[in-house]
């Protein structure tokens, strides 16, 4: 299956990781301390086509599954790759 990603802006890109911090946080409040995102995104470096990389910080002990997202944006043809990802405990 071939994916073809859309042009995303900055502003963009930081609007979409708004909204899935705001879902995170929803579903599993009591055990995360922080959302983060990082990458070409959080240096503003990101150029149209780039990814979105996020990751959530959790109290010691808890885990929350790493899920990878496609955004669908107002069209078909507007999409970005969005990942979330567990941090190693070390």
Request: aromatic share 6%.
């Amino acid at each position: 299956m071939s994916v073809h990603l859309g042009r995303f802006t900055h502003e963009q890109r930081i609007e979409i990781a708004n909204r899935l911090c705001k879902l995170i946080l929803e579903k599993h409040r009591e055990r995360v301390l922080a959302v983060c995102v990082y990458g070409s995104t959080a240096k503003k470096l990101d150029r149209p086509y780039s990814d979105l990389e996020m990751f959530a910080v959790v109290k010691d002990g808890d885990e929350i599954p790493m899920k990878r997202y496609l955004y669908r944006g107002p069209s078909c043809r507007n999409r970005v790759s969005i990942g979330i990802k567990a941090a190693e405990s070390g």
